[in-house]
């Protein structure tokens, strides 16, 4: 119970950093469909992916911390 807003804001990170990522694509998908959102996922390099690990690892990290210590 004491952790319950630390779960919340993990929630919170977790709703706002998955909505980044699919504005991205949907932003692709504006631009030229299917083939324009597959052209960006075909482009993805290590720094992308990272950049993407290192935007949901909070998250999940809040989430692990709370659920541990509760």
């Known amino acids: 119970m004491k952790y319950k ?3 919340i804001l993990a929630k919170i990170w977790l709703v706002f950093a998955l909505s980044i990522i699919f ?4 932003q692709a998908y504006n ?3 299917w ?29 692990w911390w709370a659920k541990k210590y509760e």
């Open 5 to 7: 807003a630390l779960v």
């Open 23 to 26: 504005l991205g694509y949907l």
């Open 31 to 33: 631009d030229g469909g």
């Open 35 to 63: 083939s324009e959102v597959l052209n960006k996922l075909s482009n993805l390099n290590v720094g992308k992916i990272i950049g993407i690990v290192i935007t949901l690892t909070p998250g999940f990290v809040l989430l």
